[in-house]
């Protein structure tokens, strides 16, 4: 076993879980009876989420022509899963920006990035057809938190991988290489530490090998060509020159074939351009 696991897996059990109010209303939003206000008053008892629900509801990004005011209305608008996923951003947001030590101008990077591919992992979702949007959000938000653990417990041993992605060895096999598993992994270890639903866990960990998901391979497809859409058609990387890759099984999965994702650029761009309103707010 790589030395590194063990720093890492021990950093994994030491860190805070996600605050109170998030597993809170994703545990009650799991029963099938569940309607908006059954959420309202757990989110009202943290007025820090509060204040950021009615935020970004209230953002350019959802369009709304008049201010939101409370958030019975917002519940009500918006309905049980979006507000879900408002509650994640904002908590996960937190969790990004006031995570211990490290270097601050990458966590924001990641926090930015981990919003986008949210956003374009709903937009795959609901172009694909037959896969929920909203859980699609959820998975893409949360898909490359490994990353995070890396940047504030391993800095060293991301430069280290960078040498070896410099000599020609794909991203996923020379995180494996010097840290003993990779970002994926590191990321479903953390998501089990908070606890958080097995079909999440599986598509987190299997985000860009979706063909091996046990539970949903779709929808990691899915979300695997949410984060490809965001490299490639809004900060501008080639395919082919992606660090990770572009999945073949992920393109099957959805039933979407490269050609197919390709004209999507267009018109997710636009989508996607205006998911920076919505990190404005977030």
């Known amino acids: 076993m790589s030395p590194h696991i063990h720093d890492l897996l021990a950093a994994i059990q030491s860190l805070e879980p996600l605050p109170q109010v998030a597993s809170r ?30 935020k970004l509801c209230n953002s350019a990004y959802y369009g709304f022509r008049r201010e939101i005011g409370s958030l019975p209305e917002a519940a009500n608008l918006l309905g049980v899963t979006t507000l879900v996923n408002l509650v994640l951003t904002s ?3 937190r969790y990004f920006r006031d995570y211990g030590q490290g270097d601050a101008e990458t966590a924001t990077r990641l926090w930015e990035e981990s919003v986008v591919d949210a956003i374009a992992s709903s ?61 994926a992994e590191i990321g479903a ?49 080639p395919l082919e020159q992606d660090p990770y890759g572009l999945s073949v099984g992920a393109l099957a999965l959805t039933g979407i074939d490269r050609e197919a994702f390709e004209r999507m650029g267009e018109v997710l761009a636009a989508d996607l351009e205006r998911a920076r309103e919505f990190l404005q707010a977030a």
């Open 25 to 54: 209303v994703m545990e009650i939003a799991s029963h099938d009876d569940v309607v908006p206000r059954d959420l309202v008053g757990v989110i009202e008892t943290d007025a820090a989420v509060t204040g950021k629900v009615l």
């Open 189 to 237: 270890r953390l998501a089990e530490r908070w606890n958080l639903p097995e079909g999440l866990v599986d598509a987190i960990r299997n985000h860009h090998t979706p063909e091996l998901s046990r539970l949903d391979p779709r929808m990691a497809g899915a979300t695997h060509l949410g984060e490809m859409a965001t490299h490639s058609f809004l900060f501008g990387v």
């Open 91 to 93: 908590c996960s947001g």
């Open 123 to 183: 937009l795959i979702a609901r172009h694909a057809g037959r896969l929920d949007k909203n859980r699609a959000y959820t998975i893409g938000l949360l898909q490359n938190v490994g990353h995070l653990v890396v940047a504030r417990h391993a800095r060293s041993s991301a430069l280290l991988v960078q040498n070896e992605v410099s000599r020609g060895m794909s991203l996923l096999d020379a995180e494996t290489s010097i840290l003993g598993m990779h970002h």
